[in-house]
Protein backbone atom coordinates (compact mmCIF):
# COMPACT_ATOMS: atom_id res chain seq x y z
CA UNK A 1 0.00 0.00 0.00
CA UNK A 2 1.85 3.37 -1.13
CA UNK A 3 1.63 6.22 1.58
CA UNK A 4 -0.39 9.20 1.37
CA UNK A 5 1.44 12.01 0.05
CA UNK A 6 -0.36 15.46 1.21
CA UNK A 7 0.46 19.15 -0.11
CA UNK A 8 1.91 20.28 2.58
CA UNK A 9 4.76 17.87 2.83
CA UNK A 10 5.37 18.50 -1.62
CA UNK A 11 5.51 21.89 -0.52
CA UNK A 12 8.11 21.85 2.43
CA UNK A 13 10.35 19.26 0.29
CA UNK A 14 10.43 22.52 -2.12
CA UNK A 15 11.86 24.61 0.11
CA UNK A 16 14.69 21.73 1.06
CA UNK A 17 15.39 21.77 -2.65
CA UNK A 18 15.73 25.38 -2.63
CA UNK A 19 18.34 25.32 0.00
CA UNK A 20 19.96 22.52 -1.35
CA UNK A 21 20.04 24.22 -5.05
CA UNK A 22 21.21 27.40 -2.78
CA UNK A 23 23.58 25.47 -1.32
CA UNK A 24 25.38 24.15 -4.06
CA UNK A 25 25.47 27.40 -5.70
CA UNK A 26 27.19 29.47 -3.06
CA UNK A 27 29.80 26.57 -2.86
CA UNK A 28 30.22 26.52 -7.05
CA UNK A 29 30.60 30.29 -6.69
CA UNK A 30 32.60 30.39 -3.92
CA UNK A 31 35.48 28.20 -5.77
CA UNK A 32 36.76 26.39 -2.76
CA UNK A 33 35.67 23.03 -3.90
CA UNK A 34 31.97 21.52 -3.76
CA UNK A 35 30.59 18.70 -2.57
CA UNK A 36 30.53 15.25 -4.91
CA UNK A 37 27.06 16.60 -6.55
CA UNK A 38 28.27 20.01 -6.72
CA UNK A 39 31.57 19.11 -8.79
CA UNK A 40 29.93 16.98 -11.36
CA UNK A 41 27.28 19.83 -12.14
CA UNK A 42 30.36 22.04 -12.15
CA UNK A 43 32.25 19.95 -14.24
CA UNK A 44 28.98 19.21 -16.87
CA UNK A 45 28.95 23.00 -16.90
CA UNK A 46 32.15 23.61 -17.56
CA UNK A 47 31.99 20.88 -20.39
CA UNK A 48 29.22 22.64 -21.69
CA UNK A 49 31.19 26.21 -22.06
CA UNK A 50 28.00 27.88 -19.90
CA UNK A 51 28.76 30.88 -17.33
CA UNK A 52 28.60 30.23 -13.64
CA UNK A 53 25.75 31.33 -13.35
CA UNK A 54 23.93 29.50 -15.88
CA UNK A 55 25.10 26.18 -13.27
CA UNK A 56 21.17 25.59 -12.69
CA UNK A 57 21.30 24.81 -16.37
CA UNK A 58 23.71 22.23 -16.17
CA UNK A 59 21.72 20.58 -12.72
CA UNK A 60 18.83 19.91 -14.64
CA UNK A 61 20.48 18.57 -18.05
CA UNK A 62 22.19 16.18 -15.19
CA UNK A 63 19.03 15.30 -13.37
CA UNK A 64 16.82 15.14 -16.46
CA UNK A 65 19.75 12.66 -18.27
CA UNK A 66 19.60 10.06 -14.79
CA UNK A 67 15.57 10.39 -14.77
CA UNK A 68 15.94 8.68 -18.26
CA UNK A 69 18.65 6.22 -17.40
CA UNK A 70 16.32 5.22 -14.27
CA UNK A 71 13.69 4.76 -16.78
CA UNK A 72 15.69 2.16 -18.59
CA UNK A 73 17.54 0.60 -15.55
CA UNK A 74 15.69 1.50 -12.78
CA UNK A 75 12.51 2.21 -12.72
CA UNK A 76 11.07 1.47 -9.89
CA UNK A 77 13.38 4.35 -8.37
CA UNK A 78 10.95 6.92 -10.58
CA UNK A 79 8.24 8.52 -8.48
CA UNK A 80 6.45 11.61 -7.35
CA UNK A 81 9.41 12.58 -5.26
CA UNK A 82 11.53 12.85 -8.38
CA UNK A 83 9.61 15.18 -10.49
CA UNK A 84 9.53 17.25 -7.90
CA UNK A 85 12.95 17.75 -7.36
CA UNK A 86 13.60 17.86 -10.71
CA UNK A 87 11.22 20.37 -11.84
CA UNK A 88 12.07 23.56 -9.32
CA UNK A 89 15.54 22.64 -8.83
CA UNK A 90 17.74 24.60 -11.93
CA UNK A 91 15.91 27.67 -10.76
CA UNK A 92 16.89 27.22 -7.17
CA UNK A 93 20.26 27.03 -8.42
CA UNK A 94 20.24 30.21 -10.22
CA UNK A 95 18.02 32.25 -7.27
CA UNK A 96 21.18 30.56 -4.98
CA UNK A 97 24.14 31.83 -7.78
CA UNK A 98 21.93 34.89 -7.72
CA UNK A 99 21.65 35.46 -4.18
CA UNK A 100 25.67 34.88 -4.11
CA UNK A 101 26.26 37.78 -6.00
CA UNK A 102 23.75 39.80 -4.22
CA UNK A 103 25.58 38.82 -0.59
CA UNK A 104 28.95 38.83 -1.94
CA UNK A 105 29.30 41.18 -4.99
CA UNK A 106 33.41 41.75 -4.80
CA UNK A 107 33.93 37.99 -4.03
CA UNK A 108 36.51 38.82 -1.62
CA UNK A 109 38.53 35.35 0.00
CA UNK A 110 36.75 36.52 3.42
CA UNK A 111 33.40 36.62 1.40
CA UNK A 112 34.28 33.08 0.04
CA UNK A 113 34.92 31.68 2.95
CA UNK A 114 31.47 32.69 4.69
CA UNK A 115 29.55 31.98 0.98
CA UNK A 116 31.25 28.44 1.56
CA UNK A 117 30.11 27.53 4.85
CA UNK A 118 26.97 29.15 4.45
CA UNK A 119 26.44 26.95 1.46
CA UNK A 120 27.66 23.90 3.55
CA UNK A 121 24.83 24.85 5.97
CA UNK A 122 21.85 25.22 3.15
CA UNK A 123 23.25 21.85 1.54
CA UNK A 124 22.95 19.88 4.85
CA UNK A 125 19.80 21.80 6.24
CA UNK A 126 17.85 21.59 2.93
CA UNK A 127 18.93 17.45 2.21
CA UNK A 128 17.64 16.92 5.55
CA UNK A 129 14.49 18.46 4.92
CA UNK A 130 13.80 16.38 1.93
CA UNK A 131 14.78 13.23 3.44
CA UNK A 132 12.33 14.19 6.30
CA UNK A 133 9.40 14.69 4.11
CA UNK A 134 9.92 11.36 2.64
CA UNK A 135 8.08 11.51 -0.28
CA UNK A 136 10.72 9.69 -2.98
CA UNK A 137 14.16 9.90 -4.27
CA UNK A 138 16.02 12.42 -6.13
CA UNK A 139 18.12 11.31 -9.51
CA UNK A 140 20.93 10.80 -7.97
CA UNK A 141 20.08 9.03 -4.84
CA UNK A 142 18.24 6.84 -7.64
CA UNK A 143 21.23 6.08 -9.67
CA UNK A 144 23.12 5.10 -6.45
CA UNK A 145 20.73 2.89 -5.45
CA UNK A 146 20.74 0.93 -8.92
CA UNK A 147 24.03 0.65 -8.51
CA UNK A 148 23.54 -0.76 -5.44
CA UNK A 149 21.37 -3.18 -6.56
CA UNK A 150 23.64 -4.34 -9.57
CA UNK A 151 26.54 -5.11 -7.04
CA UNK A 152 24.84 -6.43 -4.34
CA UNK A 153 26.40 -4.11 -1.66
CA UNK A 154 24.71 -2.10 1.31
CA UNK A 155 23.67 1.70 0.10
CA UNK A 156 26.25 3.26 2.01
CA UNK A 157 29.40 1.07 0.14
CA UNK A 158 27.56 1.69 -3.37
CA UNK A 159 27.05 5.58 -2.32
CA UNK A 160 31.20 6.19 -1.14
CA UNK A 161 31.78 4.57 -4.88
CA UNK A 162 28.63 6.10 -6.81
CA UNK A 163 30.40 9.50 -4.93
CA UNK A 164 34.02 8.86 -5.85
CA UNK A 165 32.86 8.29 -9.47
CA UNK A 166 31.11 11.80 -9.56
CA UNK A 167 33.29 13.58 -7.89
CA UNK A 168 35.88 12.26 -10.01
CA UNK A 169 34.42 12.65 -13.35
CA UNK A 170 33.11 15.80 -12.32
CA UNK A 171 36.96 17.19 -11.67
CA UNK A 172 37.98 16.03 -14.96
CA UNK A 173 35.33 17.61 -16.82
CA UNK A 174 36.55 20.58 -15.45
CA UNK A 175 34.48 21.04 -11.50
CA UNK A 176 35.97 22.60 -8.59
CA UNK A 177 37.97 20.02 -6.06
CA UNK A 178 39.14 21.72 -2.91
CA UNK A 179 38.59 22.21 0.88
CA UNK A 180 35.08 22.13 1.00
CA UNK A 181 34.65 19.23 -1.03
CA UNK A 182 36.83 17.36 2.43
CA UNK A 183 35.05 19.27 4.73
CA UNK A 184 31.60 18.03 3.35
CA UNK A 185 33.09 14.48 2.79
CA UNK A 186 33.99 14.18 6.35
CA UNK A 187 30.45 16.33 8.07
CA UNK A 188 27.62 16.02 5.70
CA UNK A 189 26.98 12.51 6.82
CA UNK A 190 27.08 13.43 10.14
CA UNK A 191 25.70 16.72 9.92
CA UNK A 192 22.29 15.30 7.68
CA UNK A 193 21.45 12.28 10.03
CA UNK A 194 21.59 14.55 13.26
CA UNK A 195 19.24 17.54 11.65
CA UNK A 196 17.10 14.63 10.06
CA UNK A 197 16.66 12.90 13.11
CA UNK A 198 15.58 16.49 15.10
CA UNK A 199 13.09 17.47 12.63
CA UNK A 200 11.92 13.64 12.30
CA UNK A 201 11.26 14.35 15.99
CA UNK A 202 9.43 17.61 15.02
CA UNK A 203 7.32 16.22 12.78
CA UNK A 204 6.18 13.54 15.26
CA UNK A 205 5.31 16.09 18.35
CA UNK A 206 1.53 16.98 17.94
CA UNK A 207 -0.13 19.99 17.62
CA UNK A 208 -0.88 22.20 20.87
Not at 169 to 194: D, E, N, R
Amino acid sequence: MRKRITLGQCAVAVLGILLVGSGVAFNAMAQLGNDPVGIFYDGIRSFLRLTPEELGFASNVVNVGLAVLLVFVGRRYLNLGTLIYILPYGLCVDFGSWLYECLFPANLLWQRIAGSVAGCLLLYLGVAIYITMDIGVDPMTGTAMVLRDRLHWDYKRAKWLFDGIITVSGFLLGGTLGVVTILTALSAGPVIQFLSDRLSRLRRVPAA
